[in-house]
């Protein structure tokens, strides 16, 4: 199946700090969707981007699908931004592969 | 529009028990995915049903079984119950899967002792 690498595993910020967390997966997808999961363990949408650039507030993601990698861009953070981001691709098989994810901790 | 729901929130069962977990998709979503979230194994995909039927399984043992009924609301069951199925189950409906948005639930939080 398709493996799905995000880096970095773990980031700890100062709020008003960018960020750049990466997914990188193994070969051709149909779906690719990142995000965030809240102290509750409630998964959040945040995008759905299989290919291109999405932008939401202060928060934007890119997908490059022939480079296999999508970036996910958290401007000026916030401490409610604190929790695990997650990228889930779907490939040909159709079954939803999820990556590790990326902690983040924003301090104030 | 009401998002997925799950019950219950919380379980606490006894090695060697069943358990059945419900699912409702959001109105409208016709395909429902169950994952399994351990701290050891992340997030994975136990299966996916569609139009009542499953479409896809993941690498889970016989003992993970589900069905949905023709309203799209899902069950899924675990029996003989192990220490290492603690875990927390999420659900996730999309419209009609096969690479469709997903939305996920708040998930039921599963403690065996």
Known sequence: GIQVEQSPPDLILQEGANSTLRCNFSDSVNNLQWFHQNPWGQLINLFYIPSGTKQNGRLSATTVATERYSLLYISSSQTTDSGVYFCAVVGGSYIPTFGRGTSLIVHP | ?113
């Open chain 2, 1 to 113: 529009k009401a998002g997925v729901t799950q019950t219950p929130r919380y379980l606490i069962k006894t090695r060697g028990q069943q358990v059945t977990l419900s699912c409702s998709p959001i109105s409208g979503h016709r395909s429902v995915s169950w994952y399994q979230q351990t701290p050891g194994q992340g997030l994975q995909f136990l299966f996916e049903y569609f139009s009542e039927t499953q479409r896809n399984k993941g690498n889970f043992p016989g003992r993970f079984s589900g069905r949905q009924f023709s309203n799209s609301r899902s069950e899924m069951n675990v029996s003989t119950l192990e220490l290492g199925d603690s875990a927390l189950y999420l659900c996730a409906s999309s419209l009609a899967g096969g690479g469709d948005e997903q939305y996920f639930g708040p998930g039921t939080r599963l403690t065996v002792t």
